[in-house]
């Protein structure tokens, strides 16, 4: 079946850079989204990547994806106490109807520190 | 104006209760979903809707019915509510690639 794990909870020192994992298990995924979650708040969403390609970048956000692995990571640069958040891993399922749908992982509870 | 809005924000109810959840949107996208959140369980999909007349189930539809009453409107209903449906819910739309969400509904069912 459809499952999505991550670790659940990351610290990091301000300044450093934060890795947070995930691994999958669909190998039929045609996206992979991060989502950040402030508390309080709804999800936002970070950054995604098709599943034919191997790395993306967006400003401080790298994501890599190994299909062969089938694991995601999300690579935080210069972490800042800002960033502090719950980071969804999410995948988009290929399916009959390609519904859309997505499996989400637990979360990972970023705390930085200063 | 937020896209996806969510009403009410906070609501505390007794068990055996009906309570309503409605979810709006201005992004005029045609799919929209239903998800509840737990800690350390992540989002889990309770319903979603591909235009007013499509209506489908989730993983985990038990105790919740849905309602597409325009394209920009999709309510969630818990007939008779139980303590563990206690939980954040939360209202999304799509254009096929990217999901956007509300900021949640936090329920609790005494």
């Known amino acids: 079946g459809e499952d999505v794990e991550q670790s659940l909870f990351l610290s990091v020192r301000e300044g450093d850079s934060s890795v947070i994992n995930c691994t999958y298990t669909?190998?039929?995924?045609?996206?992979l989204y991060w989502y950040k979650q402030e508390p309080g708040a709804g999800l936002q969403l970070l950054t995604y990547?098709?599943?034919?390609?191997d790395m993306k970048q967006d400003q401080r956000l790298t994501v890599l994806l190994n299909k062969k692995d089938k694991h995601l990571s999300l690579r935080i640069a210069d972490t800042q106490t800002g960033d502090s958040a719950i980071y969804f891993c999410a995948e988009s399922i290929r399916g009959s109807g390609n519904t859309g749908k997505l499996i989400f992982g637990q979360g990972t509870t970023l705390q930085v520190k200063p | 104006d937020a896209d996806v809005t969510q009403t009410p924000r906070n609501r505390i109810t007794k068990t055996g209760k009906r309570i309503m959840l409605e979810c709006s949107q201005t992004k005029g996208h045609d799919r929209m979903y239903w998800y509840r959140q737990d800690p350390g369980l992540g989002l889990r999909l309770i319903y979603y809707s591909f235009d007013v007349k499509d209506i489908n189930k989730g993983e985990i539809s038990d105790g919740y019915s849905v309602s597409r009453q325009a394209q920009a409107k999709f309510s969630l209903s818990l007939e008779s509510a139980i303590p563990n449906q206690t939980a954040l819910y939360f209202c999304?739309?799509?254009?096929?690639?990217?999901?956007?969400f509300g900021p949640g509904t936090r329920l609790t069912v005494t």
């Open positions: 999304a739309t799509s254009d096929f690639n990217e999901q956007y």
């Open positions: 990547i098709f599943s034919n390609m």
């Open positions: 669909d190998s039929s995924s045609t996206y």
